[in-house]
């Protein structure tokens, strides 16, 4: 008699008993796995030295460890194709960096045995829709890391909504932005998509006209107003 396949609630459970790793070991082993073969040695050893190394890639991976659709994986996995076009480290550089493929490799080995919705799993790759899996506070840290997978997604998104027509202050509230946040975000990233100088720009005619534009890749920095002071009579 046959034994039925083991189902899992997400992709981290199926891929931990598919590879008989444990769940606290699935980011590493993940990332071992989708980083080039000729680089997992240096890799590994990196990762034990400051896994911080690999900020991008674990920001991504843990994005992806409760998807329970290939749509969910490949939302997630696309951060890593964004990730190619801002090259500021050595070890991306060289190619020493996590392979959205091989992201989505990992899910199909096992997306088998994860307990997937009853919708049908579309397999084109999209922008994720909603907020981050991340916890508040890594959301921030990412945000603040000019190579960071979320801030490139969250700035790919914003261009795509204000092109399509959406005011500003609704896409800012659904983002949880502000205003001169959005403008730091993509003064630090303006070399990872060509429409984010357009978004700029368009973002600083909204403010006063005595605003300055700051060089490329400079965040504008804002002086604190003196306010008049008031006699007590």
Same mark, same amino acid.
């Given at each position: 008699?046959?034994?039925?396949?083991s189902v899992h609630t997400n992709?981290?459970?199926?891929?931990?008993?598919?590879? $008989?790793?444990? +769940?606290?070991?699935?980011?590493?082993?993940?990332?071992?796995?989708?980083?080039?073969?000729?680089?997992?040695?240096?890799?590994?050893?990196?990762? =034990?030295?400051?896994? &911080?190394?690999?900020? /991008?890639? +674990?920001? #991504?991976?843990?994005?992806?460890?409760?998807?329970? !659709?290939?749509?969910?994986? *490949?939302?997630?996995?696309?951060?890593?194709?964004?990730?190619?076009? #801002?090259? *500021? /480290?050595?070890?991306?550089?060289?190619?020493?960096?996590?392979? %959205? &493929?091989? #992201?989505? &490799?990992? =899910?199909?080995?096992?997306?088998? !045995?994860?307990?997937?919705? !009853?919708?049908?799993?579309?397999?084109?790759?999209?922008?994720?829709?909603?907020?981050?899996?991340?916890?508040?506070?890594?959301?921030?840290?990412?945000?603040?890391?000019?190579?960071?997978?979320? !801030?490139?997604?969250? +700035?790919?998104?914003?261009?795509?909504?204000?092109?399509?027509?959406?005011?500003?202050?609704?896409?800012?509230?659904?983002? $949880?932005?502000?205003?001169? @946040?959005? +403008?730091?975000?993509?003064?630090?990233?303006?070399?990872?998509?060509?429409?984010?100088?357009?978004?700029?720009?368009?973002?600083? $005619?909204?403010? /006063?006209?005595?605003?300055?534009?700051?060089? %490329? $890749?400079?965040?504008? @920095?804002?002086s604190p107003q003196k306010r008049?002071?008031? %006699?007590?009579?």
């Amino acid at each position: 008699m046959a034994i039925a396949p083991s189902v899992h609630t997400n992709f981290r459970d199926a891929y931990c008993h598919h590879h $008989g790793c444990s +769940l606290a070991a699935f980011e590493r082993h993940l990332l071992l796995r989708i980083v080039p073969l000729q680089f997992r040695p240096l890799a590994a050893l990196s990762f =034990w030295i400051n896994p &911080e190394i690999f900020a /991008s890639e +674990l920001e #991504v991976i843990r994005n992806a460890a409760p998807a329970r !659709t290939g749509r969910d994986v *490949n939302a997630a996995a696309q951060d890593l194709v964004h990730l190619r076009f #801002v090259e *500021n /480290s050595f070890r991306r550089s060289i190619g020493m960096r996590g392979r %959205s &493929e091989a #992201v989505v &490799e990992a =899910w199909n080995q096992v997306k088998a !045995t994860v307990d997937r919705p !009853t919708t049908p799993d579309h397999p084109s790759i999209g922008f994720a829709a909603g907020a981050s899996h991340l916890s508040a506070a890594s959301r921030s840290a990412a945000l603040g890391r000019n190579d960071s997978a979320l !801030t490139i997604r969250t +700035l790919r998104r914003v261009h795509q909504e204000v092109s399509s027509g959406k005011p500003i202050p609704e896409i800012l509230s659904a983002e $949880g932005l502000t205003h001169d @946040q959005l +403008l730091s975000l993509l003064n630090r990233n303006l070399a990872a998509f060509s429409g984010f100088a357009d978004l700029r720009d368009q973002l600083l $005619g909204q403010q /006063s006209p005595n605003t300055t534009l700051p060089p %490329s $890749g400079e965040v504008a @920095q804002s002086s604190p107003q003196k306010r008049p002071s008031r %006699s007590i009579s």
